[in-house]
């Protein structure tokens, strides 16, 4: 069993950067496919992030290329995004999530934490 929790998420304007950590407790983060996901007012969740078990590789939606970053500190059981030039469309409850499939596929993630709010104003 995984317990995650999101923290990070905010209020800011069109252009900022926010930093979304995701800490894991319950068995070694690193052992799982972490990824991150968000969901805007109807519609459904979506993929954003991921990064694989070793973090050698790293995968990103097309919305979040060039302006999001995934990273996993193992030490610290946390997987991280660094996410730069927001725009008001990342408007969206973000979540972190662990598993062991594909890593795009949200049904193939067995563990998900609460969601943080992050909102961009323009």
């Keep these: 069993q995984v317990q995650l929790v999101e923290s990070g998420g905010g209020l800011v304007q069109a252009g900022d950067s926010l930093r979304l950590s995701c800490t894991a407790s319950g068995r070694i983060f690193s052992m799982y496919i972490r990824g991150w996901f968000r969901q805007a007012p109807g519609k459904e969740r979506g ?3 991921a990064i694989n078990r070793s973090g050698g ?38 979540y972190c999530a662990a ?22 104003s323009s």
Aim: hydrophobic letters at 35%.
């Design 47 to 49: 993929f954003v992030a």
């Design 57 to 94: 590789n790293t995968y990103y939606a097309d919305s979040a290329k060039g302006r999001f970053t995934i990273s996993g500190d193992n030490g610290k059981n946390t997987v991280v995004l660094q996410m730069n030039s927001l725009k008001p469309e990342d408007t969206a409850i973000y």
């Design 99 to 120: 598993g062991l499939g594909v890593p795009i596929d949200s049904l193939q993630y067995q563990y998900w934490g609460q969601g943080t709010q992050v909102t961009v």
